[in-house]
Every structure is written in C-alpha cells, then in structure tokens.
C-alpha cells in the first residue's frame, strides 16, 4: 500500500498522524525522479517515524538523491517527524518565513517565497513553483509543477475530512482568495494532505479546479447562512456560541465547537467586508 507511485517522479507515503477526524493519516510525497524533496515530514508516532524512515533511506539504493525536506504550513500534523527526520537524514528543511517563525525550535535553512522554484534533476527534470497560499495558515505552501500539471496543496483542500479555517491562524478571505487562485491553475491532480489524490480519473474522480469551486461555493454557502442568523439576532446581536445552532443546523452538535471557530472567521470576513459588527462580545448585521 506504501509508497504508492502517483505519477512520474512523484510518490505518496501516508503516516498515521494527529490529525481531524475522520482522517487518521498525513499524506508525505517523494518529489523528483533522481534528486528528490520529501515534502510533510508529518508523523510524531515512533513506529510510522520508522516506517518513514526506511522509506526514506531506500531512496539512494535506486541512485537517487534527498536534497530537502519541504514543510506546507506550521501545524503539528504536518511537522511532527521535522526535526528529526532532517537530523536523521542530514537534510535542510524548506519552509515559508511565516511558517519558521511559528516553529522557533526548528533549523528552516531556506525560507521559500512565493514564485520561487525548485528544480529537481531527472530524466524528465521537475521545477516545482511555491505559491504562498495562507488562509488555513499564515505560511501555507502549495507546490505546482506546471509541466506535470501537478498541484501538492497541503490543507487548502482534503479528500478526507474538512478543512478548519479559524480565527486565528486562518483568514476567510485569503482563504478564499487562495482557492480561486488554485481552480485557475487548472491542473490535472492536486495531492492534499488527507485522502486520496484529486485527479478526475484518481480517487476523488474530478478535476481539482471542480473541487477548489466547489469549496468556494460551500464556504459561500455557510456564510449565507450566518448572515440570515445574524439577522435573525436583531440589532442587540449575539455571540458565536448562541449564532451556532442557527448557522450550523444542518451540522451535528458535536462538530459545533469547531464549528464555532469556523463562524467566528467567517464574521471577522463579514466585518471586513461591512456586512457585521461587533457588539459587545458578540456580533450583530451591518450594512
Ligand atoms: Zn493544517
């Protein structure tokens, strides 16, 4: 089962990780066809770190090369195995700067902007082009290789599972922003960090750009349904807690906490956008 070869130069090696229910596993992939970037050193659990490791280590023996180990964004089920899998490995680890300050501990040798690329030599070389993509995470790093028309997107989509936009590392409307931007690359397979590839013939069976529309058009959606709340609470206003049970009604109960963090980045959204205003400590309609 793994690794599991996606496409030419490209492997996906799933660990079990600390992640959202109902997904269990972050999706690692092996980057390059003879140097090679090793991108969501994920896991924190001894055995899957061993696991990935052999994985790792058996790279040479087919005369190919590490040369990285590529983060996505700062949370802790993408970066559990960071630190020792590049002390293991003797390798530097890539990251955006808003993602290395939010992990002091970790040696980020190269800090990767947006439009920078990475060339991995092979009979078929690859140039992967970092996009900074915040919105689920300040320093959030998708990686496109625009021959291959492959998209590594980390937790700006999942096949498994949902994607957390909260108040305080996340951001609606780059989020939002960062997804449009994503549908117009228009590629042929996006690799998320949960689940299977997204390709029309893959596991997801559709096209990437269909699902960054269509997690657009869901996000609008919901927060459709947070303005009709927001209305219904009057000029008085109310909290996110008590907007929950309206804005959410179609979501079981227990998914409303986290469904509170989600409304709350929603309403800092609305506020920017003039459509809420806080009152007190909660929220009321504008405009
Ligand atoms: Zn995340």
């Known amino acids: 089962m793994r690794p599991r070869v996606i496409a030419r130069g490209v492997e996906l090696f799933a660990a079990r990780t600390p992640t959202l229910p109902p997904a269990t596993h972050t999706n690692s992939y092996a980057i390059g066809e003879r140097e090679v970037a090793l991108v969501e050193p994920a896991t924190p659990y001894d055995d899957e ?75 078929i070389p690859q140039r992967w082009t970092a996009l900074h993509t915040p919105g689920h995470a300040p320093g959030h790093l998708c990686f496109h290789e625009a021959s291959q028309r492959i998209a590594i997107v980390g937790d700006m989509v999942a096949s498994v599972g949902t994607i957390l936009i909260e108040p305080t590392d996340g951001d609606m409307i780059a989020y939002l922003a960062q997804l449009d931007r994503l549908a117009r690359l228009d590629a042929d397979m996006a690799l998320p960090a949960h689940g299977d590839p997204i390709a029309e013939d893959g596991g997801a069976g559709r096209r990437p750009a269909e699902l ?34 309206t804005a ?37 309609s504008a405009g």
């Open 248 to 284: 959410y009604a179609d979501t079981s109960p227990l998914l409303w906490p986290l469904a509170r963090l989600s409304l709350e980045a929603h309403l800092i959204k609305l506020a920017r956008d003039g459509r809420a205003r806080r009152v007190g400590d909660g929220w009321a």
């Open 212 to 245: 960054f529309r269509f997690y657009i058009a869901h996000r609008l959606g919901r927060e459709a349904k947070i303005v009709a709340a927001l209305a219904m609470a009057g000029a008085e206003g109310a909290t996110s807690a008590a907007l929950v049970p």
């Open 49 to 123: 770190r061993r696991a990935f490791l052999a994985w790792a280590r058996a790279f040479p023996s087919q005369g190919r090369r590490l040369v990285a180990l590529l983060l996505t964004h700062h949370h802790a089920d993408h970066v559990g195995g960071a630190e020792l899998f590049a002390r293991e490995l003797g390798l530097p680890i890539w990251a955006h700067a808003a993602t290395a300050d939010r992990l002091p501990h970790l040696p980020v040798a190269r800090r990767l902007e947006e439009g920078e690329s990475i060339a991995l030599g092979g009979a």
